[in-house]
């Protein structure tokens, strides 16, 4: 089973800008579809965007389009979340997840389409 680990996060002013990243380890890589979700206080987990596994194609969800980037560096094991343009809305802490089959495309925007999760990182758009 895959582990992941983000790091990242903070305390940003609105309009400011972070790069989340995460690590994964007990896979290989560079053959699973990767994820980012994110929860706010009182609020279930959503999805934010993926990247499938070639990292030809990515997903965002409507509220991220033309602000936040995915990427990721099969050499590094990482999987990179870019956050421009930052609002309090963004507030949430960030998770990444990872597929559970190989060689996958578009997995869902459910959390339970997905695999292994992250612990999460804080996030705090402030305005």
């Known amino acids: 089973q895959a582990q992941l680990v983000e790091s990242g996060g903070g305390l940003v002013q609105a309009g400011g800008s972070l790069r989340l990243s995460c690590v994964a380890s007990?896979?290989?890589?560079?053959?699973?579809?990767k994820g980012w979700f994110r929860q706010a206080p009182g609020k279930e987990r959503e999805f934010v965007a993926a990247i499938s596994w070639s990292g030809g194609t990515t997903y965002y969800s409507d509220s991220v389009k033309g602000r936040f980037t995915i990427s990721r560096d099969d050499a590094k094991n990482t999987v990179y979340l870019q956050m421009n343009l930052l609002k309090p809305e963004d507030t949430a802490v960030y998770y990444c997840?990872?597929?559970?089959?190989?060689?996958?495309?578009?997995?869902?925007?459910?959390?339970?389409?997905?695999?292994?999760w992250g612990q999460g990182t804080q996030v705090t758009v402030s305005s």
């Open positions: 997840t990872t597929d559970r089959v190989p060689h996958g495309d578009y997995v869902g925007s459910g959390p339970g389409d997905w695999g292994s």
């Open positions: 007990g896979q290989i890589f560079s053959r699973y579809a």
